[in-house]
């Protein structure tokens, strides 16, 4: 039986199949696009702490001094945050860059964690990978915990990059984090664009961007749900004018520009 891994409602519509047997569906609830069948829980926490792999060439990749010094001289390619770290601070005009609380969820070994604080924000990643956590604290000297429950109450940001689209449950992570943050503080995340929009625009890419790997695809229309009376910012990729765009948003409404490039950034203000 189909049932969404977000809300478990079994109401759901088609979208798309690929591999003959993969399908994609969206919740007619909560709205979530996911993947049928999915993968047990148990397999995806193996899968992401051993086993995961992303060709990229710095995901899951464990550089050696050559290879470091290579990311850091061509400013981590992809991977570059600069234009998170320039604008997230403007969120809390009355603190410095440092007095900034900051989880970096799914960091893998640390390469945007180490960025966040090299423009003196106060990061601390998290990630499911013993072997991956352990080399950016042996090798980075970052502070990158494997325990969850460590996670501190007091957050000012819970911030996460293609990470939610992997896990088992949307909602549950959404959850968490929202525990995690303090009053005025803010969920991001990041991630592939599971939205109309998108498909609309580039309907090859899109269908290759579900699947085993990505078994949830998140879009507007689920944030709208699930983060419902709380200020909202939505904006897709490329984010080249997300500082001017923050800007503009008055942290008390929902702002929405445009949404149909590939990479979806949601920005969420925890108001109680």
């Not at 109401?11 to 909560?30: D, G």
């Not at 915990?145 to 949307?170: G, K, M, N, Y």
Request: glycine fraction near 8%; include cysteine; charged fraction near 25%.
């Amino acid at each position: 039986e189909v049932e969404c891994p977000s809300c478990g409602s079994s109401k759901a519509s088609f979208i798309q199949r690929k591999y003959l047997f993969a399908r994609l569906f969206e919740c007619r609830e909560c709205r979530l696009r996911y993947r049928h069948p999915r993968e047990s829980r148990r397999f995806l926490s193996r899968f992401y702490s051993d086993a995961y792999r992303q060709d990229d060439g710095i995901t899951t990749r464990l550089p050696d001094r050559e290879g470091w010094n290579e990311m850091v001289r061509n400013g981590f390619g992809e991977k570059n945050v600069d234009h998170y770290a320039e604008s997230l601070p403007m969120l809390f005009p009355g603190l410095r860059p440092d007095e900034i609380r900051m989880i970096d969820y799914g960091c893998s070994w640390g390469y945007q964690t180490h960025q966040f604080r090299a423009h003196g924000i106060d990061c601390m990643g998290f990630d499911i990978s013993a072997t991956r956590a352990s080399f950016g604290r042996r090798n980075l000297g970052l502070p990158i915990l494997t325990d969850a429950e460590q996670i501190t109450r007091d957050t000012h940001i819970f911030f996460s990059s293609h990470v939610i689209e992997h896990l088992p449950s949307p909602s549950e992570i959404i959850g968490f984090a929202m525990s995690r943050i303090r009053t005025g503080g803010y969920f991001i995340a990041e991630t592939p664009n599971g939205g109309d929009g998108f498909r609309s625009r580039d309907p090859e890419r899109f269908a290759k961007l579900w699947g085993r790997v990505h078994p949830n695809m998140l879009n507007a229309e689920y944030y709208l749900k699930a983060f419902e009376g709380l200020p909202l910012f939505m904006m897709s990729h490329p984010f080249d004018g997300l500082k001017e765009a923050m800007k503009e948003w008055d942290l008390r409404s929902v702002r929405t520009l445009d949404l149909s490039g590939p990479h979806l950034l949601a920005i969420v203000r925890k108001t109680h």
